[in-house]
């Protein structure tokens, strides 16, 4: 209840008309990750290999493994782990100038992640995880329906696994997996999970088309679509109370109220394939399909403030159950335009106004909960309603 409340404030997202993605570099490559370690950032791109920058990606320097797609990094410490598309897992010890090769060379290494001593990798292949920095590895592929692990995430002593056929999770002594994939669609088997971002309780998937939310462990998921377009979810990076994803022909969206609503944050991005996203400081890096890395800064981005604390918009009645009528205060003086959305995220009406009260009819809706967008050039509202 209380993530539902924090969704229905009304809140107001500031503009920064001249605040833009800035080009860092790699113009011609395509990225596939990133991942920070203190002041370097490292990149690693389609079949060659690894890059690294130590200026905030003003100059990048190529670091090895030149003739690889690398696809995933791990950090920990001073090592560094890399997993390919074509030749398993590496490890660096020096900060990229020198690569061991620590198996699975006979495995498309999809991702990585580290919990303590133990590295895992997700592969075509399924599960694998080391205690040992690699030096050997082993299985755990049962409970899986689909063997193709596309992304791993972890809370607290749960893995989870994205696979070509939903959400699986285990503990570190299980012994199988066990699918968690409520909630989400089904057409001939569960879709594929692409990413995942974890934010204190909240574990949020991205599928080839939505963005789902598990709120405090619930083995349920909902759809957190309103304001995203439908396409892939490639990427998830977090920051206090943002979330950042990176969708696939789309760009990057921003969502400040946990996934609820979405927002474009693409101004000046010239390639809207995003494939990584990561911050650094105040910066947050994107990796793109075809034009290197971008960056912007966070503070252009994240802006958010309380709309109007004296009820200055008013929709009433409500609930209803013929027509709603709106006073859109000081919103009606300008160009608005209202779009209303059900729970599932399905855009059910839209309009352009510039009045300052409007009355909708509303007498065909279905009865149940929806959500009133209300949009300037510079302020978005949003209001719950009912219908009866």
Excluded at 97 to 117: E, P, R, Y
Excluded at 323 to 347: K, S, T
């Amino acid at each position: 209840m209380k993530k539902l409340l924090l969704f229905l404030s009304l809140i107001c997202l500031a503009s920064f008309a001249n605040a833009q993605w800035l080009q860092t570099g790699l113009d011609s490559l395509g990225i596939n990750c990133i991942a920070i370690k203190g002041d370097t950032i490292f990149a690693g791109t389609w079949f060659k290999g690894v890059y690294l920058s130590a200026d905030n990606g003003h100059s990048w320097t190529p670091k090895g493994l030149t003739l690889n797609d690398v696809v995933a990094f791990a950090i920990k410490g001073d090592s560094i782990y890399v997993g390919t598309h074509d030749d398993g897992i590496f490890l660096s010890s020096d900060n990229g100038n020198s690569w061991t090769s620590i198996g699975l060379t006979n495995s498309q290494v999809n991702t990585l992640a580290i919990k303590g001593d133990t590295l895992f990798a997700g592969s075509d292949s399924g599960f694998y995880w080391s205690p040992n920095n690699g030096s050997a590895w082993h299985r755990l592929n049962k409970g899986f329906t689909s063997l193709n692990v596309y992304t791993l995430a972890q809370k607290g002593n749960t893995i989870f696994a994205g696979t070509g056929a939903g959400v699986f999770t285990a503990s570190p002594n299980d012994t199988s997996w066990v699918a968690m994939n409520t909630g989400l669609p089904y057409s001939s088997g569960y879709p594929r999970i692409g990413s995942f971002g974890v934010n204190g309780n909240d574990i949020y998937v991205g599928t080839v088309n939505s963005v789902y939310l598990a709120l405090n462990n619930a083995n349920t998921w909902v759809a957190v679509n309103n304001g995203l377009p439908t396409s892939g979810i490639n990427t998830f990076t977090i920051s206090g109370n943002n979330i950042f994803v990176g969708v696939f022909n789309h760009g990057v969206y921003l969502s400040s109220n946990n996934g609820w609503l979405w927002t474009a944050v693409n101004t000046g991005l010239n390639d809207l394939d995003v494939f990584s996203l990561a911050i650094k400081g105040d910066t947050l890096f994107a990796g793109t399909g075809s034009s290197g890395v971008w960056k912007r800064a966070l503070s252009q981005m994240t802006g958010i403030e309380e709309l109007n604390k004296n009820n200055s918009i008013a929709i009433y009645p409500n609930p209803a159950i013929n027509c709603i009528n709106i006073d859109a205060g000081f919103l009606g003086f300008m160009n608005y335009n209202l779009r209303i959305y059900d729970m599932v995220g399905n855009l059910v009406f839209e309009k352009s106004l510039v009045n300052d009260k409007t009355t909708i009819d509303i007498s065909t809706f279905p009865s149940g909960v929806y959500i009133m967008q209300m949009s300037t050039e510079k302020e978005i509202a949003i209001k719950k309603i009912v219908k009866g």
